[in-house]
């Protein structure tokens, strides 16, 4: 929540230049208050440890936020019970005519496919294309990512010689992004997949702007200049044990990968996981929560397409 501070004091100059949200008495008085309504597209096979890891990010904030699960009507969800998707979940059809605060779409594994043979692209184009009116700020995660640079803008994905796996060192590009708020200079952020975005396809796009990448795991949250549409490469919400646990997946499948960077104390297993990531996990999560929150409208039907920046 933003602090209230007059605008005589001269912090609040200070601050405003250095792009610190500080909040009026004025505009406090006049603020109006409603809890945020956010949309997870969870495209994940084990949809249950996705809504853990996402749910423990978006409640590390005082913000009230109501969430909505969705998932794809055209593609058979063989690792999660349908009770448990007919309790929890719905689909497109049901909510195209509401209107979000926030959307997070999730990663999947299909990054081998050509994204027009995912069994649900045309669906999730459909999603995609509502989200330009419909929702004020969506948060593309992983392979979600590469999916809505695809579709926004026709950056395709490109293959890695091998799989990047790991916890990676990243820099911050733009210190004032109300998205980067607090972050040091260097952050670290788990990275898994065997394809990339390419950092020269993104500049072209004078709309896109690089906030944050890494020497090795290249471009990681890239965003249009008002904030409406994010795409986020790594995976800060990652648990302790997840890159663990598909490395120990992938040895049993007898596949030739290799130990996850930076992961183990000293890139020995048996002294155990350091964990390097949660602080500014929290911290992104809370940033965009509080961005959606100070710029959404108090009457969630208000919200206005941004397509131009599309």
Not at 79 to 85: F, I, M, S, Y
Not at 122 to 141: G, Q
Not at 188 to 194: D, E, G, I, Q
Not at 254 to 266: A, C, T
Request: aromatic share 12%.
């Amino acid at each position: 929540m933003p602090i209230i501070v007059p605008e005589s004091l001269p912090a609040y100059s200070v601050l405003t230049k250095e792009n610190v949200f500080v909040m009026n008495e004025f505009r406090a008085i006049h603020q109006d208050i409603r809890p945020l309504n956010i949309a997870i597209v969870n495209l994940m096979p084990a949809k249950e440890i996705t809504e853990t890891q996402l749910v423990r990010m978006l409640a590390n904030t005082p913000l009230q936020v109501e969430m909505q699960l969705l998932h794809m009507d055209t593609h058979d969800a063989k690792n999660t019970r349908q009770d448990h998707l007919n309790s929890f979940y719905k689909t497109y059809d049901e909510i195209k005519n509401q209107k979000f605060d926030g959307m997070i779409i999730t990663g999947a594994p299909v990054e081998f496919l050509p994204f027009e043979q995912v069994d649900y692209w045309e669906e999730l184009s459909e999603l995609m294309a509502y989200s330009k009116e419909n929702v004020f700020s969506t948060l593309h995660i992983c392979w979600g990512a590469q999916a809505g640079l695809y579709y926004h803008y026709g950056i395709d994905k490109y293959p890695l010689d091998v799989k990047l796996f790991g916890v990676y060192s990243h820099k911050v590009n733009d210190p004032k992004s109300e998205l980067l708020r607090g972050f040091d200079e260097e952050f670290f952020v788990p990275h898994s997949r065997h394809t990339q975005i390419r950092r020269e396809n993104i500049v072209e796009i004078p709309t896109l702007e690089i906030l944050a990448e890494s020497k090795e795991a290249g471009p990681h949250i890239i965003a249009t200049p008002n904030k409406r549409q994010i795409f986020v490469q790594g995976h800060s919400e990652y648990d302790r044990d997840s890159l663990l646990l598909e490395y120990e997946r992938d040895l049993k499948k007898g596949m030739d990968i290799h130990m996850p960077v930076n992961y183990f104390r000293d890139d020995d297993p048996e002294k155990g996981i350091v964990i390097r990531w949660r602080s500014h996990a929290s911290l992104f999560f809370s940033n965009w929560l509080n961005f959606v929150y100070q710029g959404t409208p108090y009457d969630i039907n208000a919200i206005q397409g941004h397509s131009s920046d599309i």
